[in-house]
């Protein structure tokens, strides 16, 4: 069966009171959302408006203009997203970060979130009462994955990346990483070295797997992540607590972000 592949949509800026009419979540879903981060020079100042002080100057040290407007473009669309499933407006949303950096929303802790941005796209799952993460990654196929992965990888992960087709070498390895990079994100910790003693078990259609942690108890051990359909280039995954819950992409019209759906 063929997967649903995400679309990276537009998000336009205006807001139109759309998040007067809340999306539902339930529990045991994870809604994730694909969105570019082009800004139009008359975009830019709506976009910049409503975002907080941190987040601005956060975007303000970047060194490149590019980097600058897709950071103003990344948090500015995904605190519309947000919006809409806070009730509130998208200025208004505190969005405070833990002391390892992942942000949360202090006024609606039900509404967990993870961000992930890569060239231009990004990725936001939003789960209700479980911890999320994320991460998109563009394949680079200058990167010598080998190396890397007999550097950093485990034993098995190796195997992975080895065995097969030697063409879908890169994209083996990018499973592998976006499998704990989501993972940990989900935790909250980010990327942990070292990274040799987990390893990825695809299941399936190789569209689900666990990333299984070497060095924790056996309850925990095994922790479920689901790739994403991303189309040619790019790879993603999101991981979230637990182990009952699927995943729903939001591949509606722009007009069910800030429309009302
Ligand atoms: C956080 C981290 C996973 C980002 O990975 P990346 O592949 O470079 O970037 P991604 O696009 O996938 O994710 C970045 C987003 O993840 C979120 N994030 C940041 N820290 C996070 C954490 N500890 N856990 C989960 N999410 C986090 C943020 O929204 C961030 O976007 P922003 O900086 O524009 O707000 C990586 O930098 C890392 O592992 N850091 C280690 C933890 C760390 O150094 N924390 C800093 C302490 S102050």
Redesign the pocket.
């Known amino acids: 069966m063929e997967k649903a592949q995400v679309i990276f949509q537009q998000v336009p800026f205006e807001t139109d009171g759309a998040w007067r009419s809340p999306i539902a979540i339930h529990h045991d879903d994870v809604q994730v959302w694909g969105i570019t981060l082009d800004v139009t020079d008359s975009e830019l100042p709506r976009a910049a408006s409503v975002l907080s002080h941190d987040?601005r100057g956060?975007a303000e040290r970047l060194i490149s203009e590019g980097h600058r407007r897709q950071?103003i473009a990344?948090?500015a669309k995904?605190r519309l997203i947000l919006s809409r499933y806070c009730g509130a407006p998208p200025g208004q949303l505190a969005i405070r970060?833990?002391?390892?950096?992942?942000?949360f929303l202090s006024d609606y802790p039900s509404i967990r979130f993870?961000?992930?941005?890569?060239h231009g796209r990004?990725l936001i799952a939003v789960a209700r009462d479980r911890e999320v993460?994320?991460?998109?990654?563009q394949v680079r196929r200058e990167v010598d994955v080998v190396r890397l992965a007999k550097r950093f990888l485990s034993e098995r992960d190796l195997a992975f990346i080895e065995d097969g087709d030697p063409a879908q070498r890169h994209e083996r390895f990018l499973k592998t990483w976006v499998a704990r990079?989501a993972v940990?994100?989900?935790?909250?910790?980010?990327?942990?070295f070292p990274l040799h003693r987990d390893y990825l078990e695809l299941t399936g259609d190789e569209t689900k797997g666990s990333l299984v942690l070497g060095d924790t108890a056996s309850d925990q051990r095994k922790r479920p992540v689901r790739f994403l359909s991303l189309g040619p280039g790019w790879i993603g995954a999101v991981a979230a607590e637990g182990t009952d819950w699927t995943v729903t992409l939001c591949n509606g019209s722009e007009s069910q972000i800030n429309r009302g759906t």
């Open positions: 987040e956060r950071s990344a948090h995904l970060r833990t002391s390892d950096g992942k942000p993870n961000l992930t941005h890569s990004a993460g994320a991460d998109l990654e990079e940990f994100k989900a935790d909250g910790r980010g990327i942990t």
